[in-house]
């Protein structure tokens, strides 16, 4: 013998049946907390200390870091390749 039952019920009606604690305000509470941290870290961040941070050269520093990309593809002149565009030769 087989026998299914079938419940038609949303999920707080399940949590209510089965004696589950209702933690929405807590899910709330922790949501508006870290949305305030959220907004608070992105309001702090200054875009010329973070390119300084990633770049501490400068634009000395991109140079470098382009010249040795491009070095490690075997370009023999340290730059980027003319008039090829930049893609794979093939």
Do not use: Y
């Not at 949590?15 to 907004?39: N, T, V, Y």
């Not at 075997?74 to 565009?85: E, I, Q």
């Amino acid at each position: 013998m087989k026998v299914k039952i079938e419940i038609d019920c949303t999920p707080e009606e399940a949590r209510a049946f089965f004696g589950m604690p209702d933690l929405s305000a807590a899910h709330d509470a922790m949501a508006k907390g870290m949305e305030a941290r959220i907004a608070e870290a992105v309001g702090a961040i200054d875009a010329e200390t973070l390119l300084k941070t990633w770049l501490p050269g400068g634009l000395k520093g991109f140079e470098a870091m382009q010249k040795a990309f491009w070095e490690g593809f075997g370009d023999p002149g340290g730059g980027a390749p003319g008039g090829r565009g930049g893609g794979s030769s093939g």
